[in-house]
């Protein structure tokens, strides 16, 4: 079955400065897909990647999906407390509308 | 993007009770996930819910632990049932927008067993 897996698992940073989180996928992505969820909350979405090479951006969020279409990358640039909570990477399961999401990873940025 | 709420929002239960958990969307839609996260874990996902048909669930889940309802388009429940503290979790409720289109999520509902 399917695997996603992030790192790093948690990260403090102070305020401004960048940072990326990964995600590996044990087999060939058909739609990855990042959510950040605050604390004990809802997930929001945040980006949909589908094409190797594909890269978007909101705002100081950068996502990056690699050619082979196993990794996606998140970088967020001159970081803001505003950027705290969990990030989460999720996968549709052979294009099945179900998804399996990463383990996780746990952003705070200190003030 | 369509409007999901889940009610109720958090909940604190006795051991061997049930509880249900309501999703509403503003909009129609043909596809609805119910997910559970463990304390300190990601989503796993329960079983879809597709108006017009059984549930379906994932392995691990069964649906007389979890009975699920979707009696229209924009409306689904889930029960707990006979609940024990390893229920404890954050439930939350998606809706599927289709082929490349993301999944939106309701708020959750912080679930905790005494």
């Known amino acids: 079955s399917q695997e996603l897996e992030q790192s790093p698992q948690s990260l403090i940073v102070q305020e401004g400065k960048n940072l990326t989180i990964n995600c590996t996928s044990s087999?060939?992505?058909?739609?990855l897909y990042w959510y950040k969820q605050k604390y004990g909350e809802g997930l929001i979405f945040l980006m949909m990647l589908q094409k190797g090479g594909e890269e978007k951006s909101h705002e100081k969020i950068t996502a990056k999906l690699d050619e082979k279409k196993q990794q996606s990358s998140l970088h967020i640039t001159a970081s803001q407390p505003s950027h705290a909570g969990i990030y989460l990477c999720?996968?549709?399961?052979?294009?099945?509308?179900?998804?399996?999401f990463g383990t996780g990873t746990r952003l705070k940025v200190l003030a | 993007s369509a409007v999901i709420s889940q009610k109720p929002s958090r909940d604190i239960c006795q051991r061997g009770t049930s509880l249900t958990i309501q999703c509403q969307v503003d909009s129609q839609v043909t596809m609805m996930f119910w997910y559970r996260q463990q304390p300190g874990q990601s989503l796993t996902l329960i079983a879809t819910a597709n108006q017009g048909s059984e549930a379906t669930y994932e392995s691990g889940f069964v649906i007389d632990k979890f009975p699920i309802s979707r009696p229209n388009l924009t409306f689904s429940t889930l029960t707990v049932s006979n609940m024990s503290p390893e229920d404890s979790s954050i439930y939350l409720c998606?809706?599927?927008?289709?082929?490349?289109?993301?999944?939106?999520f309701g708020d959750g509902t912080r679930l905790s067993i005494l």
């Open positions: 087999k060939t992505l058909y739609g």
């Open positions: 998606s809706v599927g927008a289709g082929e490349d289109q993301p999944q939106h």
């Open positions: 999720g996968a549709d399961k052979g294009g099945t509308y179900k998804y399996i």
